[in-house]
């Protein structure tokens, strides 16, 4: 299930918030989802977790074009 946005985005129903994750736990468990089929992170510049969330979406093995 996806929400039309505004400007005719579509963005998944279901994300994975990672709020308080940091360090490996937070590159291993977006590795993961990205891997399960997940396609909305719900991250903002505050959590200062940016690195991990990169190596996780790179460690997925899922094709950026596809995330």
Known sequence: MHY????????????????????EACSVLVAHAIW?????VDTAAYYA??????EGLHSSGVALCQY
């Not at 039309?4 to 360090?23: Q, R, T, V």
């Not at 977790?49 to 990169?54: I, K, S």
């Open 4 to 23: 039309a946005m505004a400007n005719g985005a579509a963005i998944p129903a279901i994300g994975l918030g990672i709020y308080a994750l940091k360090d």
């Open 36 to 40: 399960l089929g997940y396609r909305h």
């Open 49 to 54: 977790n940016e690195r991990e969330v990169g």
